[in-house]
């Protein structure tokens, strides 16, 4: 795809297709790939100058700061220092969709724009067998946010990659739709284990494995997250966004969950799992159908448990007044 005037690859996900991917990223470029929860802007985290063309190419706020994807726990512990109870997560969830926030360790190679100045690092071992490749190619850490522009629904597709970054950056190595589809679930251990953020592995397995419940994300007196990135409107579709929705208004398309009649369903089986994968494709398609701003889409009530209180999460904020 052309924007620009620069032509983003489109790498097949094929020893080639990697070794291309890998040698983008050494030479500084921007490459996205696939996680098994949504595809992410990667970009060398050593290099200061890598860094800040995902700020550049994503439109995204210089406060809010990167993910850190490396291959192992042993490559993750010479970024960071882990607290007992982040190594038992690590050791039980990763490969995985796990995001540990935890400070940062002195003298490591980490740019300084990946975390945004701040103190502590968020750090995931992803599972995807194509993100396992590459990072075991490149041999380094990679900074990579959701390969979508600041703001707007997270990408779960390369098709997806190239409607909302193609012409701004390198080249997106394709390897199909995500399967989890929701990004990863951030556990911060600040003083004590708190939920920064529902995602692509349910709270409940890791209070389960702490075997103590996890604190909320602190708000502000304005009632908002505290925790950085926790914008009240991301995920914004063009359309607005009318949650637990148990009819069809005029004019309203509706997205459904469970035996139900609806334009679109998430799981007609009622799956947590089936409609965390399918959420964000089925977001971009209906706003497409209900021609972007100005239209209108419902969606039926999705219990809040376990993969649920991600999806919610992300729904909430999709509905949310636009910044
Ligand atoms: O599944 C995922 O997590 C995907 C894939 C690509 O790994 N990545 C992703 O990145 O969702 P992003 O940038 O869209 O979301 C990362 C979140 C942001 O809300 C950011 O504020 C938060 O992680 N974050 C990053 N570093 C942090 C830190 N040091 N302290 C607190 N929050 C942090
Ligand atoms: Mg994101």
Not at 167 to 182: F, K, M, Q, T, Y
Request: charged fraction near 20%; aromatic fraction near 4%.
């Amino acid at each position: 795809m052309k924007r620009g005037g620069t032509a983003t690859e489109r790498l097949a996900a094929d020893e080639p297709g990697i070794a291309r991917a890998a040698a983008l990223l050494r030479a500084g470029r921007l490459v996205a790939f696939p996680t098994e929860t949504v595809y992410g802007l990667g970009a060398d985290a050593r290099d200061q100058t890598a860094v800040r063309g995902i700020f550049a190419a994503k439109n995204r706020p210089a406060f809010n700061p990167l993910i850190v994807h490396v291959g192992t726990l042993e490559e993750a512990a010479a970024l960071a220092r882990f607290p007992p109870g982040a190594l038992r997560l690590a050791r039980a969830f990763w490969p995985g969709p796990l995001t540990l926030v935890l400070p940062r360790a002195a003298g490591s190679a980490l740019a300084p724009a990946v975390t945004a100045g701040l103190p502590s690092v968020a750090l995931r071992v992803p599972e995807h067998p194509l993100a396992r490749r590459l990072l075991k190619r490149f041999s380094g850490p990679l900074a990579a946010p959701s390969a979508n522009p600041s703001g707007r629904i997270s990408p779960t597709r390369a098709e997806h990659v190239l409607a909302g970054l193609g012409g701004r950056i390198a080249a997106v190595l394709d390897g199909g739709p995500c399967a989890v589809g929701i990004e990863s679930t951030i556990i911060g251990f600040d003083p004590v284990p708190a939920l920064l953020r529902p995602g692509g592995l349910p709270a409940e397995a890791v209070e389960r494995c702490l075997g103590r419940t996890l604190a909320a994300v602190p708000k502000d007196h304005a009632g908002t997250p505290t925790a950085p990135g926790q914008l009240a409107s991301h995920y914004a579709p063009g359309a607005a966004l009318r949650l637990n929705a148990t009819d069809r208004r005029p004019g309203e398309l509706l997205l459904g969950f469970g035996a139900m009649e609806c334009d679109l369903n998430l799981s007609p089986g009622g799956d947590l799992a089936e409609a965390a994968a399918r959420l964000f494709d089925a977001l971009r398609r209906l706003d497409e159908q209900a021609g972007g701003r100005g239209g209108r889409i419902a969606v039926a009530p999705i219990p809040d448990r376990g993969l649920g209180r991600g999806i919610n999460d992300r729904l909430r904020r999709a509905a949310a007044p636009r910044r």
